[in-house]
């Protein structure tokens, strides 16, 4: 298994700023993702987070909107752009070995915009 | 296209008596299918999963789950609920794109849990 840190845990920002969440595994992983949890609903994929290339985007998610780093096999950024209220939620990082078809996710952060 | 359907969104059960909760799937193939659970203010964690070969899987926790193809579901159940299972349970399917596999939630079933 991977042990996998998120920061901030948690914060409150402002329309129109900008925050970047910060994903660390313990282990070198193949995958990374990175997923949004709207208040009260399920989790949904946002990107796969590629390492030395460009994040492979899911229909809905943009680069522009939600930038995202991978420089080595273990640390991961989301940034969530230009936000709005809209986009206060629980924002997860996932990590797991192709092999092994499982992925053991980070404690979330929970964003609130006002 | 792949889904999840947990029908179930809350459930309530009395300490230690029996629980399942119920989850369909759609998938072409043969599915990778994982039951998560999320405690308030938590992560996802693992509790089990099912690839191939036995199609009843012990989990962590006392939990097990079966995995049907004919009725394509793969309930969770536990013989003795605890206080400490309330929780969010999320079903989830992998879907192989790209070269590895990305999962597809269900939306859920809330657990609760009276003494």
């Known amino acids: 298994s991977a042990v996998i840190s998120q920061k901030p845990s948690r914060d409150i920002c402002q329309r129109g700023t900008s925050l970047t969440i910060q994903c660390q595994v313990d282990s070198q992983v193949t995958m990374m993702f990175w997923y949004r949890q709207q208040p009260g609903q399920s989790l949904t994929l946002i990107a796969t987070a590629n390492q030395g290339s460009e994040a492979t985007y899911e229909s809905g998610f943009v680069i522009d909107k939600f930038p995202i780093s991978r420089p080595n096999l273990t640390f991961s950024t989301l940034t969530v752009s230009n936000m709005s209220p809209e986009d206060s939620s629980i924002y997860l990082c996932s990590a797991g070995l192709a092999v092994a078809h499982e992925q053991f996710f980070g404690p979330g952060t929970r964003l609130t915009v006002l | 296209a792949q889904s999840v359907t947990q029908p179930d969104i809350h459930i309530t059960v009395s300490e230690g008596a029996s629980l399942e909760l119920r989850c369909n799937y759609s998938y072409g193939a043969t599915p990778y299918l994982f039951w998560y659970v999320q405690s308030p203010g938590q992560g996802l964690q693992l509790l089990l999963k099912?690839?191939?070969?036995?199609?009843l899987v012990q989990g962590i926790k006392g939990f097990e789950a079966e995995f049907k193809r004919s009725q394509s579901s793969f309930n969770l159940r536990k013989p003795s609920v605890h206080w400490s299972d309330a929780a969010e349970y999320f079903c989830?399917?992998?879907?192989?794109?790209?070269?590895?596999?990305?999962?597809?939630f269900g939306a859920g079933t809330r657990l609760a849990v009276h003494p």
């Open positions: 099912y690839f191939s070969g036995d199609t």
């Open positions: 989830a399917v992998a879907r192989f794109s790209g070269g590895y596999n990305k999962l597809i």
